[in-house]
């Protein structure tokens, strides 16, 4: 009979919660762009949905073998890396003054 290791079984719960953690973050960050409708919450909201798609897209790609979604995963990194430069740049702005 199969009997899983322990570390599978850690590695599956840490899957989970990381799962978990990325629908939290893009729940919060979306309420928090629909309350506060400011230019800053939607570039934080947009870096924190780009990550989200890309690690939905990357899943995607490595697990399902859809290779085409590698370039996807690329692009939304990409642009998730743009919107949180935009959203650290407006956030030092703002403090500053």
Known sequence: ?????????VQEYTIYIHGLVVIL???FAGSNNFINIKKET????????GF???DLSSVTAYYLKVFPFYIVDRTFY?????????????LRLETDY
């Open 1 to 9: 009979m199969y009997k899983p290791s322990q570390f599978l079984i």
């Open 25 to 27: 973050a893009c729940f």
């Open 42 to 49: 939607l570039n934080g909201a947009l870096f924190i949905f």
């Open 52 to 54: 989200a798609f890309a």
């Open 78 to 90: 990409v642009f998730a890396l743009l919107f949180m430069v935009k959203y650290a740049i407006n």
